[in-house]
């Protein structure tokens, strides 16, 4: 669904940097009527674009400092294989997101640990015992200007 108007452009962009808005001030913010505001965002949850609201945590604050992407090479290329590593990686709180990728690599991590002795047992006592795992490649996080996710 992209055929969307200005109203409802810029109703989601506020959405996307603050869903904890009320729907008055989000209406003021947009030029429409609060009723006329809040028919739209009831018509974009509705149809699913709005899939959901959820608190943003920070990973440091939950005492989660180290903070790594790892790629994940499979040792089968079935698709037996992909859903039991699936399966796995959805069971462990550390993975804080799986992303199914075309090329070298089948699999996207996002992993969030205290430090890196947390990193290395997870390495070792959790990924390195899946197993469908052919390889793994570590990318640790050193800073992020830029984190659009919510």
């Not at 674009?49 to 945590?57: E, H, K, S």
């Not at 089968?76 to 709180?93: D, G, I, L, M, W």
């Amino acid at each position: 669904m992209s055929d969307f108007d200005n109203y409802t452009d810029h109703i989601l962009r506020i959405l996307r940097n603050n869903g904890r808005i009320t729907n008055l001030e989000l209406a003021e913010r947009v030029g429409l009527s609060p009723s006329a505001c809040l028919r739209r965002v009831q018509e974009l949850e509705r149809t699913g674009v709005i899939a959901g609201y959820r608190a943003v945590l920070d990973p440091a604050k939950m005492g989660n400092s180290f903070i790594a992407y790892i790629g994940v090479g499979l040792s089968e290329h079935t698709k037996a294989a992909q859903k039991a590593f699936e399966r796995s990686v959805a069971q462990v709180p550390e993975v804080r997101e799986c992303h199914n990728l075309t090329g070298s690599i089948e699999y996207l991590l996002r992993v969030e640990v205290a430090d890196i002795a947390a990193y290395k047992a997870f390495h070792t006592d959790v990924l390195g015992i899946v197993p469908q795992v052919g390889s793994i490649t570590t990318y640790v996080v050193m800073d992020s200007p830029k984190d659009e996710r919510a």
